[in-house]
């Protein structure tokens, strides 16, 4: 009994790190897909981070956003763009921002 209810508990505190780890690979591959169309572009990295406690405050969705930094090079010149990404129904919506 005391097995099962550890095996219980376990998966329970698994589920929301795999789904949260999920959104964040879904949410940067549609980030990565929104980039501009600029000849010689190559993704160098890429990275989450919380949304700022300013958008929460006002934030009215069922989903937690989170942002998406994807640091770029093109020609020799190092660029970061910034996008906010929600995960509904299992698909990514991202807006880019401006940093």
Known sequence: MRTAMTVAVWAALMVPLTVRAEAGKTCISTATEALPRITGLVVKKSRTRPVPAAILASWKGQSRPVIIDVDTEALGEAQTYSYMCVVT??????????N
């Open 89 to 98: 129904q299992g698909s990514a919506f991202v807006q880019r921002t401006m």
